[in-house]
């Protein structure tokens, strides 16, 4: 893939000084937004610190980004890297904040963003954003660490409140208040023609829907970096605003690597599912990060009559026999699948699964996805939601004698 990126910063209307801090770096696929907090003098500080804190840990696994950007790790190691260094910033603006008596308290926002090939991850702490612009849809791919937001996934309080109440935007989470930070973190596909829009809240406060950005994100990395600011600016942002749009372009020589076509292939697999039918892309996304592609060659068995089922499954590519007492029953086509209920609890195959031909399956352990839920319990509450639905149409249908149990 090529990179095209560019930023931009403007001070807020009513101040003398920008607290924001950007970081852009093509060869590295490095690209960081930062909204310093705690005064404009000792924010701004802490927001250029915390950059080169993370862009030094950035550069120091250049190796790990090396083999990622060539397809030979999975999505999940990117986001230990952007971790890492979200993590690294946050304990150098601490330090630096206590041996500074003159900045107690100092700290700032970060959204960091890593591409490596047909790969990114992100790192994100605090309200700044991170947008995707596919397929003339825009999606958030980052959460508001602020009490509104808390508020808002609670559903507590008025909608209008939560917007204009100043208590609401107070921070519940930044880098550098403690030596530590919770971080959160995404690893997700980057296809050409994707554009990519990492902003401080000068724009995001603009922002009702996302899919106000659409029309302005449609364009080269500079002219996006106009309509951006001319968009906020028009709104009455009164904040400093700062912008970085980093556009994903087709490099041919670049044609052995892993396609991003394979990932699109994975989240439509998905989408098939009716436990992930019409999910948002940021939740297909985060969902995509436990699931494990599993490649059979004909006549290879996946799981045998009787034996222990400990997860669902989904067919990519290929075709799946269904089996019982060795003769073949049925059989299961791309983006069919089943084992939902065997993400709730383990139980014995009622069936045999035998490859038919060459065939690829997009696997969830019940393991793994207790261990997201773990991370994102609201994820977690939906998935088991649907789950309890499909399980129970399934048990009407079962009764009423209308379908038999897959396998």
Known sequence: MMLHAAARSVTGRRRSSSSDAYHVDNELGLYIVC??????????????????????????????????????????????VVEHAVREASRVVYEEAVRDQGSPGMGTTMTLLLVAGSTAAVGHVGHSRLYLSRDSKVTRLSSDHTLAAELERRRDGAEEQRRSDPSTRIATRSVGAQPSVEVDSLAFGVLPGDALLLCTDGLSACVRYSEQLWPLMEHEVHAILD??????????????????????????????????????????????????????????????????????????????????????????????????????????????????????????????????????LLVIRRERLRALVTRQPWLGATLYERIGRLLSVALEQARQGVVERVF
């Open 35 to 80: 909204d310093g907090m705690v005064g404009h003098a000792a924010g701004g500080r802490a927001a250029r610190i915390a950059i080169d804190a993370a862009r030094r840990a950035v550069a120091e696994q250049g190796d790990a980004i090396a083999r990622a950007r060539a397809g030979q790790r999975p999505l999940t190691e990117l986001t230990c």
């Open 227 to 360: 309509a951006l600011v001319a968009f906020a600016t028009k709104a009455g942002s009164e904040d400093d605003i700062t912008v970085l749009a980093v556009r994903v372009e087709e490099d041919d020589e670049e044609v052995t690597r892993p396609s991003g076509s394979e990932l699109e292939d994975k989240l439509q697999t998905l989408r098939a599912s009716a436990l992930f039918k019409e999910m948002p892309l940021r939740r297909l996304l985060r969902v995509l990060t436990i699931c494990q592609a599993e490649t059979y060659e004909a006549g290879a068995e996946i799981l045998a009559e009787g034996k222990p089922c400990t997860g669902m499954f989904l067919v990519v590519r290929g075709e799946v026999a269904l089996l019982r007492a060795g003769e073949v029953v049925g059989t299961l086509g791309e983006r069919q699948g089943g084992g939902e209920d065997c993400l709730v609890r383990e139980r014995a195959a009622h069936l045999g699964l035998r490859a038919s031909c060459q065939t690829t």
